[in-house]
């Protein structure tokens, strides 16, 4: 085949291929959003695993995870009617439509129904979503267990060294532990618990192993001068990552000067939501992983916009765990990406009586399935129906000359 031959055949294929992926995806619209109290409703809101489901006139339903009937429904509102596959701009309408910038909150809600409509552009090519993606570069997704691997019912407590060594041989890529956990109400006492976390991350890195990973979450407790003698008193012991060493208010003045008097790996985040709370400790190399997770900073559609960032600035992905459904669409979404990956796990491969087919896991891995959309099957028969949007809400948008949405 000479040269031109060979780009006219090119130029046909990529014609074509399009338009026949085109033309699988059905006329449909949106006609109802419904929201199911699962079994066990998580209520720590950020890992909600509150269940929606949104339905089309052509016999699609997608399934999504995450935020509250309240800010589940006014978000529902800006689907009905809306063709499901441009998902893009949908999530931007809901984004913008109402008065107030969306909060956290809203967000976590958003992140939800985000995450029906890719189940349903699977579902309607029959492609699982990190195909729709761009396609997988990994297997599976290394995990670490907090606290360690689950053990059977009835089983003797071990102690924190037994713990460590018993999650490597689990399988798990990393131990994670509390910085000097106490019961709530008990006085903390962070200039003494740096001593109680250095002692420790001794016996976690005994229990690991020289060859072992562990990693330790601050849990924000800590005012930035006792967060820096913890992280200088630990580096010998050398963690994956020391989590959340300072609060939120404080992280983007604290964590650079924190970056600079330390050698442990520093990540952040897990309570932040879109790419503008990241952005600029990402791009400033401040920390080397991300909390980032699903439904929480909006959904896959915004999740793979933070991906890309990191991805620019080779800063990690270590996604704060959530609700199943969502850490079903996380497999989808970092089987993607290129960098750095290890995501928190505490499920221990136990069934979930509402999802027959949800993640799949082994040996401490959550592993890649091919199963169209998010690869999630629900029993609806097991979660209680607590809300249902079948009309229009607000639309208060505008658009640019050139098609682009605008702030109301």
């Known amino acids: 085949m000479n040269r031109r031959a060979f780009l006219n055949s090119l130029a046909v ?20 959003v419904r929201i199911y109290r699962p079994p066990g409703l998580n209520e720590n809101f950020n890992q909600s695993n509150m269940v929606v489901t949104v339905e089309t006139d052509q016999g699609l339903t997608g399934i999504g995870e995450g935020g509250t009937k309240d800010t589940l429904e006014q978000c529902a509102g800006t689907l009905i009617g809306k063709n499901p596959f441009r998902i893009e701009a949908i999530w931007q309408e809901m984004y913008i439509a109402w008065f107030y910038p969306p909060g956290r909150e809203k967000v976590h809600a958003l992140g939800g129904l985000d995450l029906a409509l890719w189940d349903i552009k699977g579902k309607a090519l029959d492609l699982p979503v990190h195909e729709l993606l761009g396609g997988a570069v990994r297997n599976h997704c290394e995990c670490y267990a907090t606290g360690g691997a689950p053990r059977p019912a009835g089983s003797p407590p071990l102690n924190l060294r037994e713990r460590a060594r018993a999650t490597m041989e689990a399988g798990y890529r990393a131990f994670r532990l509390g910085a000097g956990d106490t019961q709530v109400g008990q006085v903390f006492n962070t200039h003494e618990r740096v001593r109680k976390v250095a002692a420790d991350c001794k016996e976690a890195r005994e ?114 765990f959530t609700g199943p459904i969502a850490t079903a669409a996380l497999v989808n979404c970092l089987s993607t990406f290129p960098g750095p990956v290890i995501m928190e796990y505490n499920y221990g491969g136990r069934e979930i009586p509402h999802l027959p087919q949800c993640l799949d896991f082994k040996n401490g891995k959550a592993l890649r399935n091919d199963r169209p959309g998010l690869g999630v099957t629900a029993d609806l028969s097991k979660m209680t129906l607590i809300g249902e949007v079948t009309q229009p809400g607000r639309a208060n948008v505008f658009y640019r000359p050139d098609g682009s949405l605008t702030h109301w």
Request: some cysteine.
């Open 207 to 320: 229990g690991v192993g020289k060859d072992g990973d562990w990693c330790i979450d601050f849990h924000q407790r800590f005012d930035f001068a006792d967060a820096m003698r913890a992280c200088k008193l630990i580096e010998d012991y050398e963690p994956y990552f020391v989590e959340d060493p300072v609060r939120d208010e404080h992280a983007h003045q604290d964590i650079p000067k924190l970056r600079q008097m330390t050698t442990v790996p520093l990540t952040h985040g897990e309570e932040w939501g879109q790419r503008w709370d990241f952005n600029r400790l990402v791009e400033n190399h401040d920390i080397d992983y991300i909390r980032a997770t699903l439904p929480n900073v909006g959904g896959i559609t915004e999740m793979m916009k933070i991906a890309a960032i990191c991805e620019t600035h080779a800063v990690g992905i270590i996604p704060h």
């Open 13 to 32: 294929a990529t014609a074509v291929r399009p338009q026949k992926a085109f033309a699988k995806l059905p006329n449909a619209k949106i006609t109802r």
